[in-house]
Structure formats: C-alpha cells, structure tokens
C-alpha cells in the first residue's frame, strides 16, 4: 500500500506538465487551509498532524472537519515494543474571508478529544485547542493562471490547556494546546493547465516557551499534491488528488535543557477527493506513512484520516 501511494503521487507530479484538450481543471487560484488546521498539540508529531496546505473548490469559505490520527507509543522506559494505542480526534471550526483582491484572513478554531489506551486504563482528555490567525497574500499571478504564489504569516492563541504532567510521558504532545504563542510563515506555489494541477507547499513554526517553562520544538512541513479532474458541469465539480506530506521535529526543551527522545520526522502518502455542488464542497483524504521516525523510535505514525464539508462566501 506504502508503494501505491508513493508511485500515484510520482505519477500525478509529473503528469502535471502533460497537455491536454479537455476542459479547465477547476482548481482554485487561492489556498486556504494554513498549518495547524487540525491538531495544535506540537512536538514530534503525534498530536499535531497539520495537513499543510489545501486546495478546495471554494477558496472562500466557512465551514467544518473532522481530523483523525493514530499511533503506536510505547507503554513506559521498561517496555521494548511499541504496545500502547494513542488516538487523536479534532473537530474544526474554519473560514477564511478575502479582504482585498490579494489579501485574506484565515481563521481556525478547533475542538480536541484525545486517548490513550494504557495498562492502568484508558486516559482521554478534551476541549478547546489553541487559536489560528493567519493572513494570506497572494505574491504571484500568471495573467494566464498557470502559476501561482502565495505567502502568509499567523499567530497561534494558546487557548488550549496544556498539562505540564503530561509532558513526562513518552509523547508530550498528548495535549489540548502548547501554552505558547507560536508564529507561522508558509509559502504555497500552484501550477495549474487543463485538467491537472500540482500544489507545492512548505511551513515554518517557531514555537516559544510557555508559563511553565516548557518549549515544543519548532516544525516544518513540506508536501507535494496533484489533482486531477474527473467531473465538471455547471452545478458539480469532482476531482481526485495523490501526494506526498513530511515533517520534521525539532527538540523540546524545558526550563532551557534539551529532553532527549523529542525530535523526529515522517513522511505520507496521501489520496483524496474534493467535490462542490453550488455553495458546497466536500472533501476528504486518507494519509500513511511511507517513513516514520518519532521520539527516537518510541512513537510510530499508523494513520490519518480527514473529511471536510464548506460553505462558500
């Protein structure tokens, strides 16, 4: 499966500069979906799970998604293998709204409820996550909408609580938020003709220190995705998408000392859709790690899954 999705993606990434006769794929010419869209719980990944950018059919939007990830982590320092399951769910509010011709605000709100199934019981915990804030501006424009850049800078409101027991477990990220504010630069290019259209995407956080002297290690993520259109009339647009998602970790950090065992990467494979009918868009896409190396091997990506559903403004 690892293999399929690898070999989609490769092939939708190249096929991107193919020609075509048919009709204009309709992908729009803006992104919407920042970093930090879906978990806001950050370091070594399990728990952040930030779906990079997106490409919906309604680049304006308000609107609801559900986010879902899974790991293997281990138990305690005593146990060799990977035996405890750590499942994280989100429920996101969204929208982002132009405020000029190349400016727009987005905006997320999310919902956490987490858990963890230890030998002593299952632990969950849920509430409100931490706050985004992003402006959007679009740097670049063919007059024939063949390319396309755009930029961003964000602020995260750490509106989420954050456990500073929790951090002493084997994935600290097991949080509602960080406690800190967090600052987000993004950078998305789109090429786009006919029928198929490839996103390039890359982001950067700084994470700072919270009140309890507690520093996540900063992110950055970069993917690759293609689209390819499989339907469009005046009512309905349906279209397929393959790519490829990683991340990387830096270390956490406490009252200023590197904890061990905090860094690390991974990498998916990703396939979804994305649909609209009039005001609406659907979309959902599932994610599997190709490569994943987590908290020095204590933790291991399993999977994601999201689904999407927007309102266009």
Known sequence: MKKIFLII???LLNLAQAKTISDSLYIPTDFHAMVFDDCDACGCAAGNGSSGFESLLNPQFIGIKYFAQHYKAKENLFVKDLTQDQYFNTIQLWGKIPLTKKLSVYASLPFHFHEKKTMQGDIKINGIGDLNLMGIYQLLNSKDNIHQLNGGVGVKVPLGK????GVSGVNPSFQLGTGSWDYQMVLNYKFQKNKLAVLLNTDY????ENKKYYRFGNQWNYAATGFYQILSNEKVNFSGKAGLQ???YDRNKQFDEVLPNTAGSALYGKLGFEASYKKFSLGSEIMLPTYSNLAGGDIEAKSRFSIFLNFGI
């Open 9 to 11: 993606s490769l092939i």
């Open 162 to 165: 954050f456990d500073e027991k």
């Open 205 to 208: 956080t700084l994470k700072t």
């Open 246 to 248: 990683g991340e990387v």
